[in-house]
């Protein structure tokens, strides 16, 4: 090979990749928040799991973009490694597509197949079709890419030293290994199979070797995820690990499979023969169906390794524990005025939850320095946003019940009050990040501005507890006292930041601590204002 055929085929491969990579975001752009609306949706129906997989995969075109998406729900607690583990079984069969269509040799087409998705690209102004037309694009790279492989690697067939090198893919072994670190290379297992497939239609590789190749892709192809699960939690951790350990298994299986019957290759060739581009595509999807049907069933066991793998922390046990529902689970099955009593317990427990993380997040905000404490509020705020989710599509399925009308009403400001403990979280992850800042910037506020803040946060938890007393108790009588607090807030909020503006005329408070400050009384306002909301959401009743 000449030092233009080798260019020339690193050329092709990286084509390739960017028309791969150009398809995967416009069809993900064409789809918007679509696919993450469907995985938002995935239930404990294992079967069901794994054709949302199927689905979004060939969609994307992207196995490793869909696992991406799975490790990011499970790590936000959207998603648990149950329903995840479908997924990406799901995943592994969809991104099987990628090798079927470069099996038809549209090379020849490629040229006016990347015409069209460059008019459409450049000269349609409709987003959406926009997003086609670079997919219409993508698609012809890919093509383009694989016709400079085919013609750059022809003259390999006749160097001694490159067939000597593909000999020793000849070993089982050796060609599993080998196809895990290309494709670990290339961080796809689409690319690298289509690659293999250029390969072996240019007599350079055989079937038999591409049939280990092609297994050994698949574990190379869990690296992205892997990689990308080092920055999230240990959920996320596990979620990589159900993909890798799923992959090795398939692997094993396989393995197993075709040494002990070897006819079941034999009867994939005769699928399509004398076309040993479409064979390899045909052993990637037939395996992958294959190990999904068989490890299915044995999906927990996967599951139970990885948790074995990564043990479940004390802090992660009482997060489980408090991540679902306590009181609604089976509501809809109850009575009417027993449901509503579950409801209305299951929004106070949300409740206290929020309002004492807003507390330890004051705390926090005093003290910086309590990792453990910055750890607790960032699990509390992730089961605020869990609840806030379950407890208001639990509420909309009573709204379905034969209720009187005086429970539809309690219904709906169920679900505006489950908004504001919601926002009352947000507002204490927000506190907790002013306290980051103000240790990693080291930014300063005086002794007297800090006496202030803790004024403020107090008179906010009262308004709060008065509050959620008025709701929960229905004891509007306390509804007064909960009015003249939160006053008293908005005028400290009025008085500090008064005080504050003439401290740093005075240089008592560096800017950024000012800043600091002054985003702190807003946001403490505006919990006290959700107190509020909560204490005369059933007022209109009575």
């Not at 995943?91 to 460059?118: H, K, Y």
């Not at 600091?516 to 509020?532: A, N, P, W, Y």
Request: net charge negative; proline share 3%.
């Amino acid at each position: 090979m000449t030092i233009w055929e080798a260019l020339s085929m690193l050329g092709g491969v990286g084509l390739f990749l960017y028309g791969m990579t150009i398809m995967s975001t416009g069809l993900k752009s064409a789809a918007g928040d679509r696919l993450r609306t469907i995985l938002e949706k995935v239930t404990g129906n294992k079967v069901m799991a794994v054709l949302i997989g199927i689905l979004i995969t060939m969609l994307i075109q992207s196995s490793s973009a869909t696992d991406m998406m799975v490790i990011g729900f499970v790590n936000s607690g959207l998603m648990n490694l149950t329903q995840a583990i479908g997924v990406i079984m799901g995943a592994n069969i969809g991104t099987t597509i990628t090798a079927q269509i470069t099996a038809f040799n549209l090379t020849a087409f490629a040229p006016l197949i990347l015409f069209m998705g460059a008019v459409v690209a450049l000269f349609i102004k409709k987003p959406v079709v926009k997003h086609i037309g670079s997919v219409i694009l993508g698609f012809g790279m890919l093509f383009v890419g694989i016709g400079m492989i085919k013609t750059a690697i022809g003259s390999l067939s006749d160097d001694p030293n490159f067939i000597g090198l593909l000999a020793a893919l000849d070993h089982p072994a050796a060609a599993v290994l080998f196809g895990i670190a290309f494709t670990a290379l290339l961080q796809s297992s689409s690319s690298s199979i289509v690659i293999f497939q250029a390969f072996a239609v240019e007599g350079l590789l055989n079937y038999h070797q591409c049939v280990y190749l092609v297994i050994g892709a698949a574990i190379g192809s869990v690296t992205p995820n892997l990689l990308a699960s080092l920055t999230t939690d240990r959920n996320g951790k596990r979620t990589a690990l159900l993909n890798l350990y799923f992959n090795l298994l398939r692997a094993a299986l396989l393995i197993l499979v075709i040494n002990i019957f070897p006819g079941a290759l034999t009867a994939i060739q005769n699928l399509s023969p004398g076309d040993v581009g479409r064979q390899i595509a045909n052993t990637h999807t037939i395996f992958a169906l294959f190990a999904v049907a068989v490890l299915l069933p044995f999906s927990d066991f996967i599951v139970a390794l990885a948790q074995k793998t990564l043990p479940l922390e004390e802090s992660e046990k009482r997060a489980l524990e408090s991540r679902k529902l306590m009181y609604l689970n089976n509501a809809e099955l109850n009575a009417p005025v027993i449901a509503m009593r579950q409801a209305k317990l299951e929004v106070v427990r949300m409740g206290v939850l929020a309002r004492d993380n807003l507390a330890d997040a004051l705390k926090f905000f005093f003290d910086p320095t309590n990792e453990e404490l910055h750890k607790k509020i960032v699990d509390t705020e992730e089961t605020i946003d869990y609840l806030n989710h379950a407890i208001e599509d639990k509420l909309v399925q009573l709204r379905s019940m034969q209720l009187p009308e005086r429970d539809f009403f309690y219904l709906s400001k169920f679900i505006l009050v489950v908004s504001n403990f919601e926002r009352i979280g947000d507002h204490a992850e927000n506190i907790m990040e002013f306290a980051d800042r103000m240790r990693d910037q080291k930014a300063v506020i005086s002794e007297v501005a800090m006496g202030e803040l803790r004024t403020m946060g107090d008179a906010v938890l009262e308004t709060i507890d008065v509050s959620m007393k008025v709701f929960n108790e229905e004891r509007f009588e306390l509804l007064p006292d909960a009015e003249d607090l939160e006053q008293r807030v908005d005028d400290m909020q009025a008085e500090y930041i008064q005080n504050h503006v003439e401290r740093l005329m005075g240089d008592t408070c560096d800017p950024l601590g000012g800043v600091i400050f002054t985003d702190m009384c807003t946001d403490l306002e505006r919990c006290s204002d959700q107190g509020i909301n909560i204490a005369t959401a059933l007022i209109e009743r009575k």
